[in-house]
C-alpha cells in the first residue's frame, strides 16, 4: 500500500457501536468489533459521510492551527470559494481578505480566482471531445478522483487532467511571492482554508517532495477567529485586493463548474451516493451522449463539506446570489489570455498520471489469493445475505473478506451464532437425557 495521511480519526471514548457508520460509508472502510468502530485505512478516502452521520462525535478531522503560520516569515492564505457563503452578515471577497489580512496573513491568494483559470484549461482540453472518451469527469474532488481510481478504475482516462483549483493557487502564489519579494520558498507559508477533509488528506499525503501547500486550515476550526475579524473589516484601511469574478466564487456549489464551462451536454451530479451511482452507469456506457460530468462528493458541493459550518441549503443560495452580484456569465479577456498561456506552458495539467489503487488484496501470491477467493465464495454462500450489519461488516461480502483475511469469524453473523447456539442446545438437552447403565433409576 501506498503510504497515505488520513485526516478522518476516530475518538474510541466516542464511539457507541451503533454500525451506522458502516452502512454509510461509500468504501465499505469501517468496521465494528468489540462495540468499537475502526477504519481500515486502505479503503478510507477521507470524504467524511462518518462525521456527517456520527450521532456521538466519534469520527472527526485533523488539520492545521492558524497558529501554526505564525513560523513563516511570510504568510499566504488559500481561501476556499466556499468560505465565502459560511457568515451570516453579507460579505465580498475583498471584505474576507481583510479579514484574512487581519489575522496575520500578508495577503491572500483567492483559490477562487484560480478557478477561472482551471475553467480556461478545461475548456481548451475538451476542443479535442471527439476524441476524448465520453463523458469527461471533472477532477476538482479529491473524493471523486480517489473513489474512481480504487472501485472504478476503467474510467481513469475519463478524468480531466487539469489540476484542482487549490493546487494552482497554491502554485502561482508561491512562484508569485518568491519573485516579487525575492524570498526562498521556504520562507513562504501557504495555508489552505478547506471546506473538507478530502482536501486535507490530499494535501498531507506524503509524496516525497518539497510540500506545495505547507498546512490546510479546517474552515470550522478558523471560523470564530474571522467572525471577530470581520466585526473590524470596516476599519481597516486596506482594499482587499480582490481579483475574482462570480465565475470563480461559483465553483462552489453544485453545477457552478458547469455554468463556468458555458458546455452543452453536461451534467452535475453532488452526494456521495449519487455520484456512486453515476459512476455505474458510466461504466455501464450508459451516458456516452453526455460530453462532460461534474461530480462532488459532498450535498451541495463544496459548500456542503463536512468542514463548513453554514447549512448548506442556506450557503448554497449565498454562493448563488454572490456569484451573481460578481458576475457569473463571463471570464474577464484578460483572465482567458493568461488561463491560455499557463495551459500552454504545462501549468494548469496534472503533473502526475493518475492510476489505479488496489484495495482488497487476499494474498500477495497469485496462487494464494485465488484461493482465499474461492474460500470467500464459500463462506458467502453461508451467509444469509441480507446485508443488515449486525455483524460489524457493512455487507455480508465484506464479513466473508474479514474472514478469509483472518479479522472476524463465522459466529460474528449473528444468524450463524444462533443456529450453533441452537445446535448445541440440542445436543445438551439429548446429553442431559441420557445416564450410564450403572447408575440407578430414582
Not at 478504475?153 to 516579487?180: D, F, G, Q, S
Not at 455501464?284 to 453526455?290: A, I, W, Y
Request: glycine share 6%; with cysteine.
Amino acid at each position: 500500500m501506498e503510504p497515505r495521511y488520513h485526516s478522518v480519526i476516530l475518538d474510541e471514548d466516542k464511539c457507541k457501536g451503533c454500525t451506522n457508520c458502516i452502512k454509510r460509508c461509500p468504501t465499505e472502510a469501517i468496521r465494528v468489533r468489540n462495540g468499537r468502530a475502526f477504519i481500515l485505512t486502505e479503503r478510507c478516502i477521507d470524504c467524511g459521510e462518518c462525521i456527517r452521520i456520527c450521532e456521538n462525535h466519534a469520527k472527526r478531522a485533523i488539520g492545521d492551527d492558524l497558529d501554526q503560520a505564525i513560523s513563516f516569515p511570510y504568510r499566504v492564505a488559500l481561501p476556499a470559494p466556499s468560505l465565502y457563503a459560511q457568515f451570516r452578515r453579507e460579505l465580498t471577497p475583498k471584505d474576507l481578505n481583510k479579514a484574512l489580512i487581519r489575522l496575520g496573513f500578508h495577503e491572500v491568494a483567492e483559490v477562487a480566482a484560480a478557478a477561472e483559470l482551471t475553467t480556461v484549461a478545461i475548456r481548451e482540453y475538451l476542443k479535442d471531445l471527439d476524441r476524448l472518451p465520453k463523458p469527461m469527469i471533472s477532477s476538482a474532488c479529491p473524493v471523486v478522483v480517489r473513489l474512481i481510481q480504487m472501485k472504478y478504475p476503467t474510467l481513469i482516462p475519463h478524468l480531466i487532467p487539469v489540476e484542482a483549483p487549490y493546487i494552482t493557487a497554491a502554485r502561482l502564489a508561491r512562484e508569485k511571492v518568491c519573485r516579487e519579494r525575492s524570498l526562498r520558498p521556504e520562507e513562504v507559508g501557504l495555508f489552505f482554508l478547506a471546506p473538507c477533509p478530502a482536501k486535507i488528506t490530499e494535501v498531507k499525503t506524503d509524496t516525497g517532495q518539497v510540500p506545495l501547500i505547507n498546512g490546510v486550515i479546517p474552515i470550522s476550526s478558523v471560523y470564530g477567529r474571522l467572525q471577530q475579524a470581520m466585526a473590524h473589516i470596516d476599519e481597516d484601511c486596506s482594499d482587499g485586493g480582490s481579483t475574482t469574478t462570480g465565475v470563480g466564487v461559483g465553483w462552489a456549489r453544485t453545477g457552478g463548474e458547469n455554468i463556468a464551462l458555458a458546455q452543452e451536454n453536461v451534467l452535475a451530479v453532488d452526494g456521495i451516493h449519487n455520484v456512486l451511482e453515476l459512476l455505474e452507469e458510466i461504466e455501464l456506457e450508459h451516458l456516452t451522449d453526455v460530453d462532460y460530468i461534474e461530480a462532488l462528493a459532498c450535498p451541495n458541493g463544496c459548500v456542503g463539506g463536512a468542514l463548513t459550518v453554514e447549512n448548506r441549503f442556506v450557503a448554497r443560495v449565498k454562493i448563488r446570489k454572490l456569484a451573481e452580484k460578481l458576475d457569473d456569465s463571463r471570464i474577464p479577456d484578460a483572465v482567458v489570455e493568461e488561463g491560455k498561456r499557463l495551459y500552454a506552458a504545462g501549468k494548469l495539467t496534472q503533473k502526475e498520471e493518475l492510476r489505479p489503487k488496489a484495495v482488497l488484496q487476499l494474498d500477495n501470491n497469485l496462487a494464494d489469493a485465488i484461493r482465499k477467493m474461492g474460500e470467500l465464495e464459500e463462506i458467502l454462500a453461508e451467509l444469509p445475505g441480507m446485508d443488515c450489519g449486525s455483524c460489524g461488516a457493512p455487507t455480508c461480502r465484506s464479513l466473508a473478506e474479514d474472514i478469509v483475511l483472518g479479522r472476524a469469524q463465522r459466529a460474528d453473523c449473528v444468524f450463524i451464532l444462533r443456529e450453533q447456539i441452537n445446535t448445541l442446545a440440542q445436543e445438551l438437552l439429548l446429553l442431559a437425557k441420557k445416564r450410564p447403565q450403572a447408575l440407578k433409576e430414582d
